[in-house]
């Protein structure tokens, strides 16, 4: 099992920038897949950006491509979202999850998930 902390989250203009982090416990971190998700209230959770075990490969939503970036320390057990150009239509929860050895843009993939943090770009 691995247990997620996301921080990072706050409020920040349009075209700011915010680095989110997860910082996971348990055994094992680098044999799991990490992604990160985001929600707003009365929509389902949203991918946002994926990452391997490996830290080999990386995939995004469109909606942040260009703008997101997603990396691990796998060494402290921690995966990041660096968030840039942010635009009031990223408001929202953002998740951190895991899956053991596996990775993918769905959230039926990912067993383990954080408690979330707040992100708020005004305009």
């Known amino acids: 099992q691995v247990q997620l902390v996301e921080s990072g989250g706050g409020l920040v203009q349009a075209g700011g920038s915010l680095r989110l982090s997860c910082a996971a416990s348990?055994?094992?971190?680098?044999?799991?897949?990490m992604a990160w998700f985001r929600q707003t209230p009365g929509k389902e959770r949203e991918f946002v950006a994926r990452?391997?075990?490996?830290?080999?490969?990386?995939d995004y939503a469109d909606s942040v491509k260009g703008r997101f970036t997603i990396s691990r320390d796998n060494d402290k057990t921690t995966v990041y979202l660096q968030m840039n150009s942010l635009e009031p239509e990223d408001t929202a929860v953002y998740y951190c999850?895991?899956?053991?050895?596996?990775?993918?843009?769905?959230?039926?993939?990912?067993?383990?998930w954080g408690q979330g943090t707040q992100v708020t770009v005004s305009s």
């Open positions: 999850a895991a899956a053991w050895n596996l990775s993918g843009t769905s959230s039926r993939v990912y067993s383990y």
């Open positions: 348990g055994r094992s971190f680098s044999g799991y897949g």
């Open positions: 990452i391997t075990s490996s830290g080999l490969t990386t």
